[in-house]
């Protein structure tokens, strides 16, 4: 799922691409399956087919951790792990708290990815007084209005949009001012946040969009084909 970004420069020696960085989470999750197999030695050219990309850019990638691997042998998959699990977030967990609790929001609250990557959903938030008090997942549902508490009881350093397009601004400024550093937004409208606070975007109607016009082309090749 493709996601658009806009963080804070990095001007720091050991900053990476940002290329790298998208990239560096599918090498981690492809790492977890190997790992759950039992499997502790993976080359370059194995962790490209679970990525999605070639062997040449894998290695060009992990470079920049200053991991090479062993020629013949290829990378020790435990030690890849703790590297890569560093660099995206100390390999200390990331407690998220989601803001909004419809579909979308109950559905990303029982995502095991999310914990099983180091960021569990350590609470949830919505405006309808109707959902407050009912539980998701184990987490019961605070409101809106206790936010910046919530926060800072659960350490949530990471915030979720899961809101109608109408609020999430709204939502945004609300993290925010509870010290929310690093937000991704599901709203399907454009946001916008301080120069100190991290934002992506995931658009799933857009998406679907791009697929439409891909599978447009590939109907409009086979009739005239």
Do not use: W
Request: proline letters at 4%.
């Amino acid at each position: 799922m493709a996601a658009s970004s806009d963080y804070p420069a990095d001007t720091s020696a050991s900053s990476l691409p940002e290329a790298t960085v998208v990239r560096l989470p599918v090498y981690f999750r492809g790492l977890v399956e190997l790992a759950e197999e039992g499997v502790t030695t993976v080359a370059s050219q194995q962790l490209a087919e679970l990525a999605g990309v070639n062997a040449a850019k894998v290695r060009k990638d992990l470079s920049y951790l200053g991991s090479y691997g062993t020629r013949g042998v290829g990378y020790d998959v435990g030690f890849l792990m703790l590297q890569i699990g560093r660099i995206l977030g100390g390999n200390e967990p990331a407690p998220v708290v989601i803001v909004g609790a419809g579909n979308l929001g109950k559905a990303l609250s029982r995502y095991d990815g999310f914990g099983a990557s180091g960021f569990p959903v350590a609470a949830i938030v919505d405006a309808d007084p109707v959902v407050v008090g009912r539980k998701v997942a184990g987490v019961t549902i605070r409101h809106v209005d206790d936010l910046h508490e919530v926060v800072g009881e659960a350490g949530c350093q990471v915030g979720i949009i899961a809101t109608p397009a109408a609020a999430a601004q709204g939502a945004v400024d609300r993290l925010v001012d509870a010290g929310v550093r690093s937000i991704l937004n599901f709203a399907p409208t454009v946001v916008t946040v301080p120069d100190d606070v991290g934002l992506r975007k995931v658009d799933l109607a857009t998406e679907l969009h791009i697929l439409g016009y891909y599978e447009h082309r590939r109907g409009a090749n086979r009739a005239t084909g």
